[in-house]
Nanobody
């Protein structure tokens, strides 16, 4: 599956951005999806995941209550609504497609379980 992320930009602390990830190729609706991020000099970290049907979600503690992951299978798109942004949210955000249809609980946070990645979209939060 090919993934194209968009929606990043420069925003002040407390602001919001809506990231989008458009998929093509493999049947999008069959697989859970996730967002990861990577700040300069740091390892890639899990942000949020959503089941293939959208009914189950999982968030990193650092974004819980501020970010919302959703998907529209008719549009082959997954979204990440980011609210109450903080300077520490500054990173390149990547969308990724899980390697199987099933939900894997806390293993959804493991980058190794994702077999397709988008190119990333930069989010910069100024203080």
């Amino acid at each position: 599956v090919q993934l194209q992320a968009s929606g990043g930009g420069l925003v002040q602390a407390g602001g919001s951005l809506r990231l989008s990830c458009a998929a093509s190729g493999r049947t999008f609706s069959n697989y859970p999806m996730a967002w990861f991020r990577q700040a300069p000099g740091k390892e890639r970290e899990f942000v949020a995941a959503i089941s293939w049907g959208g009914g189950v979600t999982y968030y990193a503690d650092s974004v819980k209550g501020r970010f919302t992951i959703s998907r529209d299978n008719a549009k082959n798109t997954v979204y990440l609504q980011t609210d109450s942004l903080k300077p520490e949210d500054t990173a390149v955000y990547y969308c990724a497609s899980f390697d199987s249809r099933g939900w894997a609980g806390t293993l959804m946070a493991s980058p190794a379980r994702y077999d397709s990645w988008g190119q990333g979209t930069l989010v910069t939060v100024s203080s």
